[in-house]
């Protein structure tokens, strides 16, 4: 079981309060992911969890247990540090049986439990080396090993992959995945990567500034953002905004650029100046017609997609995603729609006023 | 560079070399020679080596203070670390009010020369009857060295990556086995280091063991001085003492080294 729940939680360091107002319910077999900027407090949430981090005031819940107060010991979790903090005096057998020998398990089923565990990641040929001769993917799976061997009531990653290079990295989400579908154990995943974020959770809490700022499903976040930081935190390339007004008839009128109609928006809240926000694949493009007229600065071509860095007069640069494009080049002139149905309205407050 | 450029430095390095070795030298030569030839002129250049008198002469007196000085030396160094390596991890890793202040008034202690407690310390022990007795040179030298030693240590404790100690917590280890199983053998260095200090400190000094011993719990060093008296100064005995005296530090250096070396520059560079 791996039920957590945060209720309330601040954390202040001195007077410099990092989190407010965290109220979170992870459910058992979960994979929540902590997305956020550097300096977010994503990572000191994580180690409040554990109990490596003191919290200032509210509760953390495991399974129903207030453990706010319990030793990291005692709560029965497993972290993957960024470092994999290996201990490098030992065998990798040993790092990986290490928490199962402070429990005082007889040898003979910790031999079994490392033994198991090394055949699921692989690692058998390397059980008797210690952690430095072993490469930074191998290192990052003895560090998983050493988690799940105490089979614990949830595995708390503090941005795990952020040391490997790109092609690992990849090959170790997809690992993780499946790992968390073959344990179905509760998964607690720190990250600035938004990429990790969304494709490995289930729900996703963004957080900024000590703030949670949306909890939901990663489709959610891309299709929903509930405000401006959302919508151009997850994304990539990031949503574009433009500087817009309400018109008296509630529409939207983008500065120096075309009137909008777009018909999902909480009218009461379409008032004084707005910000309308379009993600780069969705806006369309053209030679020859559209609202707004550009010439394109950078072309990114990538094979799969184009990206367009387009620079419109009095509005500034726009990113189009032209998926497959190839017949779009630097310095062009490029006419762009942006389809009322794929705006996003933010209001003064940065709020998104769409209805859905 | 030219030949002779080249040979420069290395003239040089001998000379200077052989200017600070010469006094060791000439000890060495004279604890083989007889009283005799220590005194002739012109000087007795290589002596007999086969001539064995003087440490004869000196360990069939002296070897319970030789004996003494091991005790009290190997007694200092465990009990210094067996204070100083829980302090230091204590300091490192705890979080409590005046954790610095704490640290800082620990070496606050080492400012003052050790001479200033000499009088408070004979009249402690006088009080307590541990006068002239083995335990008192053990604490005072543990006691003189813990400042050095805990700050050391807290020096190896603080280059262990946090994120191993928080790794060993969350697997479930209290802060003993913390200790125990994770931050000592990764200190090891450290500990060498602050052992060799300790040790060379401990088997040295002189100045408190006069002190605080007259006859029973005399060290070695206090038996060397004691050849030099008002009316003679016996100079073949204190070369033999002498060499006596400089070998345990060498060997224990010696097997220390690789240790301490990689103690002494540890953090110098990125890994």
Known sequence: MGEIVLKDVHKAFGDVSVLRDIDLEIADGEFVVFVGPSGCGKSTLLRMITGLETVTSGHVLIDGKDVTHTKPSSRGLAMVFQSYALFPHISVRDNIGFGLRIAGLPLAEIADKVAKASAILGLDALLDRKPRELSGGQQQRVAIGRAIVREPAAFLFDEPLSNLDAALRVQMRIELVRLHERLATTMIYVTHDQVEAMTMADRIVVLEGGDVQQFATPIELYDRPVNKFVAGFIGSPKMNFLGADATADGKVQVRNGPLLSISDLDTARVTGPLTVGIRPEHITYSHDTGDLKGTIVVEEQLGSDAFLYVEVEKIGMITVRAVGERNFHSHQTVYLTLPPQRCHVFDQADLRINMN | ?271
């Open chain 2, 1 to 271: 560079m030219n030949r002779e450029t080249k040979a420069l430095p290395l003239v040089a390095a001998v000379f200077i070399t052989f200017i600070f070795t010469a006094p060791i030298i000439w000890m060495v030569m004279a604890a083989f020679k007889t009283v005799v030839d220590i005194y002739a002129v012109p000087p007795v250049w290589v002596p007999d080596f086969t001539y064995l008198e003087n440490f004869k002469v000196l360990l069939s007196d002296n070897w319970p203070f030789l004996l003494n000085s091991l005790i009290v030396t190997v007694g200092a160094t465990v009990l210094s670390l067996a204070l100083a390596l829980p302090a230091a991890f204590g300091l490192v890793y705890f979080q409590f009010r005046s954790q610095n202040f704490l640290a800082d008034w620990i070496l606050s202690t080492r400012m003052m020369p050790p001479i200033a407690a000499a009088v408070p310390l004979y009249m402690v022990f006088n009080g307590f009857g541990m006068l002239d007795t083995i335990p008192a040179l053990i604490i005072v030298y543990a006691g003189f060295n813990l400042p050095f030693a805990i700050w050391v240590a807290m020096s190896f404790f603080r280059n262990i990556p946090r994120e191993i100690i928080e790794a060993a917590r969350v697997e479930g280890c209290s802060w003993v086995q913390t200790f125990r199983l994770v931050a000592l053998p990764l200190a090891k260095s450290g500990i060498a280091t602050v052992a060799t200090f300790v040790f060379i400190f401990a088997w040295n000094e002189l100045l408190l063991a006069l002190f605080l011993t007259t006859r029973e719990a005399r060290t070695f060093p206090v038996v060397i001085s004691s050849f030099s008296t008002v009316t003679r100064t016996y100079w073949e005995l204190i070369s033999a003492a002498t060499i006596i005296q400089i070998l345990p530090p060498v060997i224990f250096t010696i097997i220390m080294q690789r240790h301490i070396v990689s103690g002494l520059t540890m953090g110098a560079v990125k890994h």
